[in-house]
């Protein structure tokens, strides 16, 4: 009898030691779940960010390949604009001195021979100029421009807006059709600044040519 007591003791000493160990197991069970899930939120959250900065890798490459074509396309303008700056100016300074000479200096069809080629000329770079700045949709000259990104390519705002109404809300260009998307469309206000400017010498061609 006297044995069975320790015995007993000792049983109850031994689950309790168990109860502690499976209690310990379990809070170290816990412990490296939530390590697992605190590694799995670290994972996702590196893989966003990753996705984020290519995402911003290649909308910057869009960017730079629209604008690069945008920069030739503007010197191309730039140029034409010169052009036909430096006609115009010539045309003026030539119909100012015609008007300036003595009478009976000059024979009178000379003079109408001048200022007919001053003006094809002026019309000649005027009409390269134009070629430039119509809209491909319309075949106006550009009202309201708006270029297509990544490629590049320009139509009036009311174009692009039928476009986008013709093709279920999405914007498409023209030129390219399905064959390469849009990601984005924004506003070119060089080439309206440009073509107002065309619209413009061109009421004063029509001046100087009356």
Do not use: W
């Amino acid at each position: 009898m006297g044995g069975s007591v320790p015995n007993a003791r000792h049983c109850a000493i031994r689950l309790q030691e168990k109860e502690r160990c499976n209690r310990l197991l379990a809070e170290a069970h816990n412990e490296v779940l939530q390590l697992k899930s605190d590694r799995n939120d670290m994972e996702a959250e590196l893989l966003q960010a990753a996705e984020t900065n290519r995402a911003n890798e290649k909308k910057n490459c869009e960017l730079e390949l629209a604008s690069n074509c945008k920069s030739d396309e503007f010197k191309e303008l730039e140029h034409l604009v010169s052009e036909l700056q430096a006609e115009k100016a010539k045309l003026e300074k030539e119909k100012m001195d015609l008007m300036q000479q003595p009478k009976g200096e000059e024979d009178s069809s000379e003079v109408q021979k001048k200022l007919k080629g001053a003006v094809a000329k002026l019309r000649n770079a005027q009409e390269a100029m134009e070629g430039v700045l119509t809209c491909m949709s319309c075949m106006e000259v550009f009202q309201s421009p708006m270029t297509y990104i990544p490629c590049g390519h320009t139509f009036c705002k009311s174009c692009v807006e039928s476009a986008k109404e013709r093709h279920q809300g999405t914007y498409t260009c023209e030129e390219c059709g399905g064959s390469r998307p849009v990601k984005s469309v924004t506003s070119n206000s060089l080439i309206d600044e440009i073509a107002g400017k065309f619209v413009y010498q061109k009421q004063v061609l029509s001046n100087l040519a009356a």
